[in-house]
């Protein structure tokens, strides 16, 4: 195991009616409060009412709507000017990964002088940022309890991510109600994303992390549980509670401190939203299961053949591991299917003439090509994007 500095520092108040402690969390920074949210599914769906109600007059409230999923730099920047003129004391992020990114990035971007574009792999720049109070409305990027930021430069047709410790929410609330109203899609999405967080970690070069893979392997054992009943009942509570929590400590340094390496699949994806505004867990499903295949090597087959054994009972001879690794990859791209996420790139619009322009940018914006699991050049990356357009046989 690597040295790590591991810290969750984020106050989870989780479950129903706890949005009824908002007004002593936020009273803790200050009056002024800047509430950012998304498109709109916060005011059909109570939670922007609830947050008004509890808030009543005692706060002096300034909004920014309209953050995008794959949230761009101009709303980022729009969010700053309200900040520096109000004087904002906080920031209540109502939404998912997109609207707490942005929020993040206006948060530090506030006493940054430069362009917030500029703090885009150089967290280091963060020297002060705004606090910040999440609700969470979709289990997905575990963006409510770290410190990580991703924005889209639609001029430049870049995707890129910031991490600060400076920006993670102060505290995080996790009512499972409000995701009832999440769509079938962006459940799949966010159930997608959460394991693909766990994936990155979990295949990676670093041995002898049993305690970090074991909880990885629970996490994923509850999303793959969850996902099929969240799907089948929105309304149930308990699947929501689930799938809401793993996604809050898929990325909150639980099961990826003490490991180095690059992310793969997410450096493959962001490419694809980056030049398609696809959704990014749609993205991650599609890629995943043929990054996989990519990989599947000697070396590699005996960690995806007891990914295999562990999650979905395949049986496991250690002498011949590569009969189960590729049954293993089988069950990620067929359960994936089975739940409905579109499989190929074409069900998501994106043709092959971008692919080549695409991998190049993978790796130039990560380090794949020297520290990926197994490392990645432009070839590869093509060759996945290649694989994505068509069905997977087995
Ligand atoms: O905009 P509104 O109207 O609110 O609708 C949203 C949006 O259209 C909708 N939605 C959210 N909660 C809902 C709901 N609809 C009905 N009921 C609810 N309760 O869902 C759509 C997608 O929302 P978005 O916030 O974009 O989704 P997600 O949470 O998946 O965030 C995706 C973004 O996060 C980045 C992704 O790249 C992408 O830009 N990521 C952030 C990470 C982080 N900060 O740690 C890590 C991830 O790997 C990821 O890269
Ligand atoms: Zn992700």
Redesign the pocket.
Known sequence: MENFDFQASTNILFGKGQVSRLPEVLATYGKKVLIT??????KK?GVYDDVMNVLGKDFELYELSGVE???RLTTVEKGVALCREHNIDVILSL?????I?CSKTIAAGTFYEGNPWDLMGNGQLVEKALPIVTIL??A????EM?G???ITNMATKEKLSFGSRLVVPKVSILDPT??F???SY?TL??SS?ILS?LFENYFNQTPNTMVQDGIAEGLMRAVYHYTPIALENPHDYDARANLMWASSLA?NGLTGSGKKGAWSC?AIEHEL?AYYDIT??IGLAIVTPRWMMHVLNEETAPRFAAFGHRLFDLPLNSESPMETAKQAIQKVYETSKAWGVPMTLGEVGIDDSLLEEMATQAVKHSAISTDGYVPLSVEDVVSIYKQSLTEMTF
């Not at 939404?95 to 609207?99: E, L, N, P, R, Y």
């Open positions: 949210y998304g498109g709109g599914s916060i769906n999923p794959n949230p939404g998912g990964g997109s609207t990114d409305t979709l997905a990027t575990g963006s770290n990580g930021a991703v409000y995701t109203s999440v769509p962006q999405a966010g994303d967080h990325l997410h939203s990014h867990g």
